[in-house]
C-alpha cells in the first residue's frame, strides 16, 4: 500500500519533546511529498473526528514548547472494537492511510490494535518521561523530566544542608525506577527507593545511621512512585518512628516533572524519531516502534516493546551505591 496521506497523534501522559516529534512527522512528511494531518485530542479525537490538514507553517515555534499542542487524552470507547472502528473509519474518509503514534505504552497498544483490525499503517514513537519501554534507550521526554527533577534537588538540598535535614523526595514514573535512580546519581542523594528493588525500612534507616556516624549532617532519599513501600510521606513516616536524629521532611514533586521546555537532547532525539517514523510508512513499515539504540534508530515491533519494563541500567545501580556514601 502506497501511503500517500499521514496523520499523526499524540495520547496518554504528555511529555517535553512532544511537540518537537509533531513538528518532526509534519515537515518528513512534507518534505517527501506526502499530505499530513493532525489529530487532536489523542485516541478521542480520532473518533470524534477532530483532524485537522497540516502544513509546514502549522508547527512553526512549537519546537521548544513542552506538553503537546495536539492535547492529548485518555479513549475509553477507543479500547473497544467498535471505538477503534469508528477511528479507522474516519481516518478513511481523511484518506490517512499512514499514523504515527507518539505517545507511551498504553498508546502504542492501541496504535497495534487499530492496524491490527483495520487497513491502516501505524508507527509507534516512545514519548514518555517514565523511559518504560523495551527496544528503546531513551523515550521523549525522560531527559527533561530527569532535569527537572535534578535541579529542583538541587534547590532542595541547600535548604536540607542549613537546617540539618532529611529531605524524602517522590518522583514519578509509575512503576519504573528510572527517573529516580537517575535523579540520585546526579543530585548526590544518599539512597533511592526504586520499584525494582526491595530496599526495606530497616535496610533504609541502617544505611541513614551509619551516614550519620560518617558526620554526614543532612540527607536526601528518593522515593520512585510505585515502589513497594508506599510513597514518600509513608515512608518518611515510618522512618520517624524508628530514627530520630534527623528533623524530617517531605516534598512531592509530582507533575513539575512533566513541564518546561524540552531539553537539547530531548529535540534531537524526538526529531530523529519523528522523521524515522514517517520514513518507516513511506517504506512500507507498519506495526512498529522506532527507537534509539546506541545513536542509531531502530525499528521493532510494538508487541516486542510494550507489557513489558526494560530492566535498570546495572552500572547505575552500583554508582548510586558507591556514590552516596
Known amino acids: 500500500m502506497k501511503i500517500d496521506k499521514i496523520g499523526v497523534l499524540t495520547s496518554g501522559g504528555d511529555a517535553p519533546g512532544m511537540n518537537a516529534a509533531i513538528r518532526a512527522v509534519v515537515r518528513a512528511s512534507t518534505y517527501y511529498n506526502a499530505d499530513v494531518s493532525g489529530i487532536y485530542n489523542g485516541y478521542e479525537g480520532l473518533i470524534t473526528n477532530q483532524i485537522e490538514a497540516f502544513n509546514v507553517r502549522s508547527v512553526s515555534n512549537i519546537l521548544g514548547d513542552g506538553g503537546t499542542m495536539l492535547k492529548s487524552s485518555r479513549s475509553e470507547e477507543f479500547r473497544t472494537a467498535e471505538g477503534r472502528a469508528r477511528a479507522a473509519e474516519n481516518l478513511q474518509k481523511a484518506g490517512i492511510n499512514g499514523l504515527v503514534v507518539i505517545g507511551g505504552d498504553g498508546s502504542l497498544t492501541g496504535a497495534d490494535n487499530l492496524a491490527s483490525e483495520h487497513d491502516i499503517a501505524v508507527i509507534g514513537v516512545p514519548a514518555t518521561i517514565d523511559n518504560d519501554l523495551l527496544n528503546t534507550d531513551f523515550s521523549i521526554g525522560f531527559d527533561t523530566a530527569t532535569n527537572v527533577a535534578t535541579s529542583c534537588i538541587d534547590k532542595i538540598r541547600d535548604t536540607a544542608s542549613s537546617h540539618n535535614r532529611l529531605f524524602f523526595v517522590e518522583v514519578m514514573g509509575r512503576e519504573s525506577g528510572f527517573i529516580a535512580l537517575r535523579a540520585a546519581i546526579a543530585s548526590g542523594a544518599i539512597c533511592a527507593m526504586l ?65 518546561g521546555d524540552p531539553t537539547c537532547f530531548d529535540r534531537l532525539l524526538a526529531g530523529e524519531l519523528g522523521v524515522g517514523a514517517v520514513e518507516a510508512l513511506l517504506n512500507g513499515e507498519s506495526r512498529k516502534m522506532i527507537g534509539l539504540q546506541g545513536n542509531k534508530t531502530t525499528l521493532f515491533p510494538i508487541d516486542e516493546c510494550i507489557g513489558r519494563r526494560p530492566d535498570l541500567n546495572p552500572n547505575h545501580l552500583k554508582l548510586a551505591t558507591i556514590l552516596s556514601i
Open 195 to 259: 520499584p525494582e528493588n526491595n530496599t526495606s525500612i530497616e535496610e533504609l534507616v541502617a544505611i541513614l545511621r551509619k551516614s550519620y556516624r560518617n558526620q554526614k549532617m543532612s540527607s536526601i532519599v528518593i522515593v520512585a512512585e510505585g515502589n513497594k513501600n508506599g510513597g514518600a510521606v509513608d515512608i518518611a513516616r515510618e522512618v520517624e518512628e524508628r530514627y530520630k536524629d534527623y528533623e524530617t521532611k517531605v516534598t512531592v514533586l509530582g507533575h513539575l516533572q512533566r513541564g
